[in-house]
C-alpha cells in the first residue's frame, strides 16, 4: 500500500460513480425515489434522486481493490454501507423517514465504525498539551460524525453543490492524510474524492439526478471517518483546524441555518429557505453562478489548509519565520477575503435589492433617486430594518 494507490482509488471510484450513475436515476424512477418540485426548492421539474449508491458503489470497489483489511477500514465501508440504506429508504419513502427515525439511523450507522476504534482519543491544541478525553471519546466521535453528516445534507440543495463542495474537501484531506503518513485515510478520501467527482458529472447544472439522502449522509459520513482517521488522530499541532477550515462553508451554512431556525422558534429539522444557496437565489444568481461562488470559497480555505500544513511556518523549538508566516498570512487573507466578499453579497446586495424593490413601489422616486437614496443607506447605516 503507497500513496500511488490513492490516485488509482480516485480514478477507480470516479470510473464507476460515473458509470452507475444513470442507472441509479433510472432505478429511482422505477422505485419512486423522485424529488417532486415544492415551493423551496430550485428545481422545477421530477428529478430522480438514489445517486448517493452509485457513489457508494465507487467507494466500495475502490476501498475492496485498494484499501488494507483493518477493523478500522472495515468497520468505515460497513458504516457507509448502512447509512446509504437508510438514506435510499428515506429517498424512496413518500414524504421521506420520520425525522427522529432518520436521526436514529444516522446514529446506527455512525456506531459502527465508532464500535471499530474510529473515534477521537485526544485533542492537540497549539501551546496547550493534549486533551485526553478518555471514555468521552466514544459518545463525542459519534455525534460528531451525525453532525458532519448532516452539515453535508444541509448543503444538497442546488444542483451539484454538495458534491463538488465534498470533493474540494475530501482531496484536501487526501493530500493532507498522505502527508502525515495515515495512508489508509488518504486512500479513503481519495476514493471518496473520485466517487463525488464522477456522480457530478450528471449533477452539475442542468442536473439530470440528485444524491439524495442516500448521497448526503453518505459523504457526511466518510467525510468525518477520514477526518478522524486521517486528521485528528496525529500529532499535527493544528490537526483540529485542518477539519474546520475544509468544511467551513457547509459547516457556516448549517449554523446560520439552525441558528435562524431556534431564532424563530423552528424545528431545527423544518425545511426553509434560508440556506447560502437559497439566499444567493433570492438575489438573482443561477443556480450554476451559486454553486461556482460556493466552490470557490471552499477552495479558498482549501488552500489556507494546505498552506498551514506543508508552509514550515514555525521551527522545532517553536520560532516563527517571518517569511513564511507572510506566506500563511497571505493564504489566510485570501480566504479571509472571500469570506468577506461573500457575506458582502448576500447581505448587502440582498439589502441594496430589496430597497431597490421597496422604494419603486412606496417612494415614488426617480431611478437615479433610489439609487442615490440606496448608497446613502449603505454608506450611513441609516436604513429601515429589513426582514431576513
Known amino acids: ?35 417532486l418540485p415544492r415551493e423551496r426548492d430550485l428545481h422545477d421539474s421530477p428529478m430522480p434522486r ?16 485498494f484499501l488494507p483489511g483493518t477493523q478500522a477500514m472495515r468497520g468505515i465501508l460497513a458504516g457507509a454501507v448502512a447509512i446509504a440504506l437508510v438514506g ?42 493534549p486533551l485526553d478525553l478518555g471514555a468521552w471519546g466514544y459518545p463525542l466521535t459519534l455525534v460528531g460524525i451525525v453532525a458532519v453528516m448532516n452539515v453535508v445534507n444541509f448543503t444538497d440543495g442546488v444542483d451539484g453543490l454538495a458534491a463538488g463542495v465534498c470533493t474540494i474537501a475530501a ?7 498522505l502527508s502525515l503518513d495515515r495512508v489508509d485515510a488518504g486512500i479513503l478520501a481519495a476514493a471518496t474524492a473520485g466517487a463525488a467527482v464522477g456522480f457530478l458529472r450528471h449533477n452539475f447544472h442542468p442536473a439530470s439526478v440528485f444524491m439524495g439522502d442516500s448521497g448526503s449522509n453518505l459523504l457526511g459520513l466518510l467525510l ?23 468544511l467551513a462553508v457547509p459547516a457556516a451554512d ?34 450554476r453562478r451559486t454553486v461556482l461562488y460556493l466552490y470557490a470559497w471552499t477552495v479558498s480555505l482549501a488552500a489556507l489548509a494546505l498552506a498551514l500544513r506543508f508552509i514550515p511556518y514555525s521551527d522545532d523549538d517553536g520560532s516563527f519565520n517571518a517569511g513564511w508566516v507572510a506566506l500563511l ?46 448608497e446613502r443607506e449603505v454608506e450611513t447605516g441609516e436604513f429601515e430594518a429589513v426582514n431576513k
Open 1 to 35: 500500500m503507497n500513496d500511488l494507490d490513492a490516485l488509482w482509488a480516485f480514478l477507480v471510484a470516479a470510473a464507476v460513480a460515473l458509470l452507475l450513475t444513470p442507472l441509479t436515476a433510472r432505478l429511482a424512477s422505477r422505485v419512486g425515489a423522485v424529488a
Open 50 to 65: 438514489l445517486g448517493g449508491l452509485a457513489i457508494l458503489a465507487g467507494v466500495l470497489l475502490a476501498g475492496v481493490l
Open 88 to 129: 435510499a429508504v428515506d429517498d424512496a419513502k413518500p414524504g421521506g423517514l420520520h425525522p427522529v427515525v432518520k436521526l436514529l439511523g444516522q446514529f446506527a450507522a455512525a456506531a459502527i465504525p465508532v464500535a471499530c476504534d474510529v473515534r477521537v482519543e485526544n485533542i492537540t491544541l497549539p501551546f496547550v498539551e
Open 171 to 177: 482531496a484536501t484531506f487526501a493530500v493532507i492524510a
Open 224 to 246: 468525518a471517518c477520514v477526518a478522524i482517521q486521517g486528521v485528528l488522530k496525529t500529532a499535527a499541532v493544528v490537526a483540529l483546524f485542518f477539519p474546520l477550515v475544509i
Open 254 to 287: 448549517a449554523t446560520f441555518v439552525v441558528a435562524k431556525r431556534i431564532k424563530y422558534r423552528r424545528p431545527v429539522y423544518s425545511a426553509d429557505t434560508w440556506h447560502f444557496h437559497h439566499r444567493f437565489a433570492a438575489i438573482g444568481f443561477s443556480q
Open 329 to 374: 498570512a497571505f493564504f489566510g487573507a485570501i480566504a479571509l477575503a472571500a469570506s468577506v466578499y461573500l457575506v458582502f453579497v448576500l447581505e448587502i446586495l440582498k439589502f441594496r435589492r430589496f430597497r431597490e424593490r421597496q422604494l419603486r413601489r412606496e417612494s415614488g422616486l426617480s431611478e437615479a433617486e433610489i439609487e442615490h437614496e440606496i
